[in-house]
């Protein structure tokens, strides 16, 4: 897979979990971040979940107040990555149970296992 990072923000536009599959400094990551997550909650619901950004193609759902964001190269396919987000969440609404904001960020170490184990369960 072409999964380059896996962002999960609410919709103040505050990172809740960051995951990079590629290096980048923190600097880099922190504009990254900001660039992305601006362009993504400015969209409206009738838009598409897609977005060009730099060298990335930006996979993006919303799930009550959190936004899955993955950031993927450009060969990908798009809708086989919102799939990987849809698993992810029902995963997580598994263990958590009814997943929120306030789950990942009280149990960020969890949360940051189940998608590691998903990530590489999906190469």
Do not use: P, W
Request: aromatic share 12%.
């Amino acid at each position: 897979m072409g999964i380059r990072f896996i962002l999960m923000v609410n919709k103040q536009g505050q990172t809740r979990l960051a995951q990079y599959y590629e290096y980048l400094t923190l600097e880099e990551r922190r504009t990254l971040e900001g660039e992305i997550v601006r362009k993504c909650l400015a969209r409206n619901e009738q838009q598409c979940s897609f977005v060009e950004h730099r060298t990335y193609k930006i996979v993006y759902r919303r799930y009550a107040s959190l936004f899955f964001l993955v950031g993927v190269d450009n060969e990908e396919n798009e809708l086989a990555i919102l799939e990987f987000i849809h698993l992810l969440v029902e995963t997580m609404d598994r263990h958590f149970g009814n997943v929120c904001e306030l789950d990942i960020m009280f149990h960020l170490e969890k949360a940051h296992f189940m998608l590691e184990e998903m990530f590489h369960k999906a190469l």
